[in-house]
């Protein structure tokens, strides 16, 4: 899947590859989207992975724009186009400096297993996660606005904002039940083909369990300081 990167450094997943992956309406705006690609996977996928795999995989999966391949890049994206029924660019839509963001550009078939099988719907799942607080409170010219359409998807059927409550529910659930067992799993299957991926530095556990998170539920901490007489001696240990 051949698309412009955007954010003008190397990342792993494009806006598009998350709406086909993520639990998402297709109406999603794709700016949102692409605005929490880099903090997801720096947040996550980064670490998930390990960081020097991380920076190869973002290398390989992005190319740069220059004089001497502009021919070559052309070719391949409208050999892809043209494949999928679509209208082929032309040289002045690919100007020399753009990155193209392609799991086409791998060559590598261990690595195109490893995304196809977790990386991409692991990324994807990051990001919508990620995406979930500026969606729902979004930062605009008049202030903090929530997001709050009467009305979603033309069919007549109301539809309002979830609350505080309802963000933080989808955000644990999305971590605790969703990314971090697909995160071990992942980890175990890259731990069992281990000399196919030489860049993984993440220590291997034998005694890890399939798809089962056993190291932490969530990074996230909700309503630590809305009640302080309750949370008062969990306040002063995390001071002291």
């Known amino acids: 899947?051949?698309?412009?990167?955007?954010?003008?450094?190397?990342?792993?997943?494009?806006?598009?590859?998350?709406?086909?992956?993520?639990?998402?309406?297709?109406?999603?705006?794709?700016?949102?989207?692409?605005?929490?690609?880099?903090?997801?996977?720096?947040?996550?996928?980064?670490?998930?992975?390990?960081?020097?795999?991380?920076?190869?995989?973002?290398?390989?999966?992005?190319?740069?724009?220059?004089?001497?391949?502009?021919?070559?890049?052309?070719?391949?994206?409208?050999?892809?186009?043209?494949?999928?029924?679509?209208?082929?660019?032309?040289?002045?839509?690919?100007?020399?400096?753009t990155i193209i963001n392609a799991i086409e550009w791998i060559t590598n078939n261990d690595?195109?297993?490893?995304?196809?099988?977790?990386?991409?719907?692991?990324?994807?799942?990051?990001?919508?996660?990620?995406?979930?607080?500026?969606?729902?409170?979004?930062?605009?010219?008049?202030?903090?606005?929530k997001n709050n359409p009467e009305v979603i998807g033309g069919n007549g059927q109301n539809a309002v904002t979830g609350d505080r409550k309802d963000v933080q529910f989808k955000i644990d659930i999305q971590m605790q039940e969703r990314i971090d067992p697909l995160i071990t799993r992942m980890q175990q299957w890259i731990c069992e083909r281990k000399d196919k991926f030489p860049k993984y530095t993440n220590p291997c556990n034998e005694n890890i369990k399939d798809g089962v998170s056993v190291l932490r539920k969530t990074d996230w901490v909700f309503n630590a300081y809305e009640n302080p007489d309750l949370n008062k001696d969990c306040i002063m240990n995390t001071i002291l």
Do not use: C
């Open 1 to 97: 899947m051949y698309a412009i990167n955007r954010l003008n450094r190397p990342i792993l997943i494009t806006p598009d590859e998350v709406l086909f992956h993520a639990a998402t309406d297709h109406s999603v705006d794709a700016r949102q989207i692409l605005q929490n690609i880099i903090i997801a996977e720096e947040r996550i996928i980064a670490q998930a992975i390990s960081s020097s795999f991380y920076e190869e995989f973002i290398q390989l999966k992005n190319k740069a724009v220059n004089i001497a391949n502009q021919a070559m890049i052309l070719n391949e994206i409208n050999n892809s186009l043209v494949a999928a029924g679509k209208k082929p660019i032309t040289k002045n839509d690919l100007p020399i400096g």
């Open 111 to 145: 690595y195109i297993d490893l995304w196809n099988r977790f990386l991409w719907m692991l990324t994807a799942e990051a990001v919508d996660m990620i995406t979930t607080v500026p969606s729902w409170l979004r930062h605009t010219a008049q202030g903090q606005q």
